[in-house]
T-cell receptor
Framework: GEDVEQSLFLSVREGDSSVINCTYTDSSSTYLYWYKQEPGAGLQLLTYIFSNMDMKQDQRLTVLLNKKDKHLSLRIADTQTGDSAIYFCAESGGNYGGSQGNLIFGKGTKLSVKP | DSGVTQTPKHLITATGQRVTLRCSPRSGDLSVYWYQQSLDQGLQFLIHYYNGEERAKGNILERFSAQQFPDLHSELNLSSLELGDSALYFC????????????FGQGTRLTVV
């Protein structure tokens, strides 16, 4: 079945780059997403990538997609203490196209940024 | 602020009871999605409504039901509650059916005692 895997924890120093990795199983996923969840808050969509792209850059965020290996990564440049949060990888489910109607989420990676 | 409003923020109830969670989507959004976030299951898609009609169903128990009203707000009804139903319930909304972006509310934290 569909599954999304992420490592649970990542710790970096302020100013360093963070790389959060994710693997997924559904090769028919049209879009892949990264969400951020801060303590006590809802999910914030950070960025997404269409499955026919290899890379997408948005300010400090870079998403890399290796479709052959079904591997997605999120790189945060110049990581700040305010980036401390849980980051979720998600793939669009099989119901229809790129709709977010059925997102399959990973368990989330807790990023801790040390000053 | 995502523009999606969920009420109540917190809910504590006893096993066997029934509760209703409410979601007001962003202005202009026709789609509403419900998700459950628990420690053991993670984030799971429950159900999707578009303009009042059910469009997709995920891992939603038979004890749970939802609807979307003509004014586009949505309610998630949870009945015969069990301890394992304790979780954070999120609502998200998007403009149409096949959108790449959905916006999440702050969630309702349900505790069943």
């Amino acid at each position: 079945g569909e599954d999304v895997e992420q490592s649970l924890f990542l710790s970096v120093r302020e100013g360093d780059s963070s790389v959060i990795n994710c693997t997924y199983t559904d090769s028919s996923s049209t879009y892949l997403y990264w969400y951020k969840q801060e303590p006590g808050a809802g999910l914030q969509l950070l960025t997404y990538i269409f499955s026919n792209m290899d890379m997408k850059q948005d300010q400090r965020l870079t998403v890399l997609l290796n479709k052959k290996d079904k591997h997605l990564s999120l790189r945060i440049a110049d990581t700040q203490t305010g980036d401390s949060a849980i980051y979720f990888c998600a793939e669009s489910g099989g119901n229809y196209g790129g709709s977010q109607g059925n997102l399959i989420f990973g368990k989330g990676t807790k990023l801790s940024v040390k000053p | 602020d995502s523009g999606v409003t969920q009420t109540p923020k917190h809910l504590i109830t006893a096993t066997g009871q029934r509760v209703t969670l409410r979601c007001s989507p962003r202005s202009g959004d026709l789609s509403v999605y419900w998700y459950q976030q628990s420690l053991d299951q993670g984030l799971q898609f429950l159900i999707h409504y578009y303009n009042g009609e059910e469009r997709a169903k995920g891992n939603i128990l038979e004890r749970f039901s939802a609807q979307q009203f003509p004014d586009l707000h949505s309610e998630l009804n949870l009945s015969s509650l069990e301890l394992g139903d304790s979780a954070l319930y999120f609502c998200a909304s998007s403009q149409g059916v096949m959108n790449t972006e959905a916006f999440f509310g702050q969630g309702t934290r349900l505790t069943v005692v």
